[in-house]
């Protein structure tokens, strides 16, 4: 029978320290070119390996020294001392830039902490509605650099275990969490009513005339549907200038699929474009340049 795939890093993390200690291996900092950027971790167990700090030479002389740290050597890494790597020719990779390596011990005191850290530097992403779809969309977050708050107004619609990136709440009217989300959260509405849905793209559109933080509010549903909304939205007073801030329908253009894993792949893929974790935005929501 094949391997079942690995649960998403942090959570893989959190359930191997519970067992036994490992050595979190972070990027410090950059200098040109290199293989991953700065806050990128893996986690270095005696058997097993959680996450990845790009492969290559440069990992695998970082899982020794991660290693030689566990066992005690005496050439191991002093505790939290960052190690400058050179890419070029000692390595042998063609980046050709430098990075450096923290090395820290853990245990399973060191678990809560742990995991505030780990999210702390995620993008936020609030998603409300805790359906099909909503599943879907936060089983695929979980692998990517997100924090995801997963929000809905009925009691007992989330399951009883989340990824470790993920908070659920229950928000009731659920239009009175988009106030209390964090600065450039990445919001997706798909609530199981039409009108929950139109509730929460007004708290959004009052939120953006107000603070402009939102850089990405998506709506799931058709033309038609948005077509709906546009008309009551006029009537409330919103502009075209702020109706141009809704994306709808969500999802990158061409995949036509509607089963959940689908179009969750379709939303993901869309956020990594316009809204990428790792972006700068402006006051008005925008991308920095």
């Known amino acids: 029978m094949p391997a079942m795939l690995p649960p998403p890093a942090l959570d893989d993390c959190l359930a191997r320290l519970a067992r036994e200690e490992g050595v979190l291996v972070s990027v410090a900092a950059t200098q040109g070119s290199a293989p991953r ?40 890494p002093t505790q939290d001392a960052a190690l400058r790597y ?6 042998g990779q063609c980046c050709g830039g430098v990075v450096f390596l923290r090395y820290r011990r853990i245990t399973a005191a060191d678990a809560p902490s742990l995991r505030r850290e780990l999210t702390a530097s995620l993008a936020p992403v609030a998603l409300f509605g805790g359906g099909h779809v909503g599943a879907a969309i936060v089983r695929l977050l979980a692998g990517l650099p997100y924090a995801v708050r997963w929000i809905d107004s009925r009691d007992g619609v989330f399951p009883d ?12 009217p659920v239009q009175a969490a988009v106030a209390a989300l964090p ?13 929950e849905d139109l509730d929460i793209v007004i708290a959004c559109l009052q939120r953006l005339r107000t603070r402009g933080d939102l850089p990405y509010v998506g709506l799931i549903g058709s033309q038609t ?21 809704i994306t709808c329908p969500i999802g990158v253009p061409g995949i036509t699929g509607k089963e959940p894993e689908v179009i969750a792949v379709a939303v993901a ?4 474009q316009v809204a990428p974790p790792n972006a700068a935005f402006t006051a008005a929501g925008t991308p920095a340049p």
């Open 37 to 76: 950027e700065a806050g990128t971790w893996m986690a270095v167990w005696r058997a097993a390996l959680t996450g990845t700090i790009g492969g290559g030479q440069l990992e695998y002389q970082a899982i020794a020294a991660a290693r030689a740290l566990l066992d005690g050597a005496g050439d191991a």
């Open 86 to 91: 050179p890419l070029g020719p000692s390595l």
């Open 161 to 172: 275990a989340v990824p470790a990136q993920v908070e659920t709440e229950s928000s009731e």
């Open 183 to 195: 600065a450039h959260a990445r919001v997706l509405i798909m609530s199981f009513s039409h009108a």
């Open 225 to 245: 549907k948005w077509a709906t909304f546009r008309h009551r939205l006029q009537a409330r007073g919103f502009t075209e200038v702020e109706l141009a801030r």
């Open 269 to 272: 893929a869309q956020l990594l």
